[in-house]
């Protein structure tokens, strides 16, 4: 601002004290002052009149454009920017505040005022945010890259605590697994051990994570042993760690231990049951006092650890023959979460077969196949002895295989279909006569898979309809 506009000391009479040295409308009366001012701005300034003729616009608009400042008063604001709505604004008398404008290839944010005295429109104010559009780009566009890199190490952080479920990973419409979630939760804020049981393959793993991520520790290590796994006489120094020198073969510098390892995390200890006799009384020891003694160690390491176990075992029944500490059981069984099978809860079974569909679909990069009436009936029917593993694993080679877009029940394994509809344990018989019986169990898992329908059927079993006709008919079957 130049002192050209600064002329005397003004103080005017009243309260408070005014003790600016110019008044506005000493500042504002000369014309080209004002210009001063707004071509100051960084941002691009338009006056027009009501009906769009341009009074005044300022250097960095006219600079942005690319027009000679001073040429374009008098010109209508739709010949300086194609687009321009100023008029309209003149028009209706309805600033429009924050629009999108598209100007030189550049999504811009405007504002058009009308500027309005005593009921009569002066003239229309238009203030072009380009600067700061390019500034909230840069921002927006920082912003994005920091998202994608705090994306990109939450992912690295699970992986390298090794958790990748969350109560969200937890499918099912069945009312026990609604449950089950509830005790999730419950368990996640207290931090009692936990014990859970279930059959293979019924999500003990998932649930164990889910507890991890749903409670304070979830930034903490969630650390996984398998007793099963790992043979005996390295269990000890695996759970436990171990000083430089302990054995032989023992690292010169000693290694930490599971339990060293989860401090402040949750150590998942799978295959409870598995765990050895000479291994039992030391976790017990450790799950009382916190305190455990590394291998080869001479002072008792602390260690602020939540546990988790899990077995697909009957351990009440070893503790009763005796292959399982009693004070160990009920030192483990404080919170108890027993995940019934997935055929005892059958409302799971297509909740949790699309989610999978959807998921190895997104995996391998290819539309989600859907499943026929059909198919769903025979995997509502099969009791999975595998449980959900059984499940991801079956839908998982029905689509490496699959060739259009829906899964029919000749899609799958056969077995499905054969068990699916249960037979009695099958007695031993001549061969031909065996065989006769595989074809009419074959032949009637089909037929009621597809209601009967004996086109669909002759599909499944990939021969042709005439082929089944003829069958049926040698064995002897209704037509
Ligand atoms: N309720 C569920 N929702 C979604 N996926 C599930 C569910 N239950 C299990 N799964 C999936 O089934 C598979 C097996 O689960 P998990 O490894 O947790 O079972 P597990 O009971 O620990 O098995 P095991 O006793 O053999 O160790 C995993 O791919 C898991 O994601």
Not at 68 to 79: F, K, L, P, V, Y
Not at 195 to 209: D, F, N, P, R, V
Not at 366 to 371: H, S
């Amino acid at each position: 601002m130049g002192k050209t506009a600064v002329h005397k000391t003004a103080v005017p009479s009243g309260d408070p004290p005014n003790k600016a040295r110019v008044t506005m409308k000493e500042l504002f009366q000369d014309p080209h002052t004002v210009g001063l001012f707004l071509d100051q701005f960084p941002n691009g300034v338009l006056i027009t009149d009501p009906d769009g003729y341009v009074i005044f616009i300022n250097k960095p608009y006219s600079r942005f454009l690319g027009l000679d400042q001073q040429a374009q008063i008098g010109r209508h604001c739709t010949e300086v920017i194609a687009t321009s709505r100023m008029h309209i604004v003149g028009k209706t008398g309805q600033a429009e505040i924050n629009a999108a404008m598209l100007i030189q290839g550049e999504n811009i944010v405007v504002q058009r005022i009308p500027i309005i005295k005593e009921g009569r429109k002066l003239a229309v104010f238009g203030l072009v945010m380009f600067h700061c559009i390019q500034d909230f780009h840069k921002l927006g566009n920082k912003l994005k890259l920091l998202e994608s890199k705090v994306e990109i190490y939450e992912k690295e952080l699970r992986a390298l605590r090794q958790t990748r479920y969350t109560v969200e990973s937890i499918i099912g419409d069945s009312e026990s697994q609604q449950r089950l979630k509830q005790l999730v939760f419950r368990a996640a804020a207290n931090n009692l051990t936990v014990l859970i049981t279930g059959e293979s393959g019924c999500g003990k793993e998932l649930y164990a994570q889910a507890i991890h991520n749903a409670g304070p520790r979830r930034l903490k290590p969630f650390v996984r042993i398998n007793a099963s796994a790992i043979p005996a006489e390295l269990l000890e120094s695996e759970l436990f760690g171990y000083e430089k020198g302990a054995f032989t073969g023992a690292k010169s510098s000693g290694k930490r231990g599971k339990f060293h390892m989860a401090h402040q995390g949750t150590l998942f200890l799978d295959e409870i049951g598995d765990l050895p006799p000479a291994i039992q009384p030391k976790l017990l020891r450790v799950l009382e006092e916190k305190e455990f003694d590394m291998v080869g160690g001479t002072a008792p390491v602390h260690s602020d650890f939540r546990l988790v176990a899990a077995t697909n075992r009957n351990l009440e029944a070893m503790v009763e023959e005796r292959r399982f500490r009693s004070d160990l059981y009920y030192r483990l069984n404080v919170f108890n979460i027993h995940i019934p099978p997935l055929r005892e809860r059958p409302d799971d079974i297509l909740p949790q077969a699309r989610f999978f569909l959807n998921d190895l679909a997104e995996e391998w990069s290819i539309a989600t196949p859907t499943l026929a009436p059909e198919t769903e009936k025979v995997l509502k029917a099969y009791p999975w002895p595998g449980n959900s593993r059984e499940l991801r694993h079956i839908l998982q080679r029905t689509m490496a295989t699959l060739d259009n877009d829906t899964i029919h029940p000749g899609d799958l394994p056969l077995h499905l279909l054969t068990r699916a509809c249960p037979s009695h344990p099958m007695a031993v018989s001549p061969l031909k006569k065996t065989v006769q019986d595989a074809e009419i169990k074959a032949i009637q898992a089909a037929l009621k898979a597809c209601d009967n329908n004996k086109a669909k059927a002759a599909k499944m079993l990939s021969i042709h309809r005439t082929l089944l006709y003829r069958r049926m008919k040698q064995l002897g079957m209704e037509i």
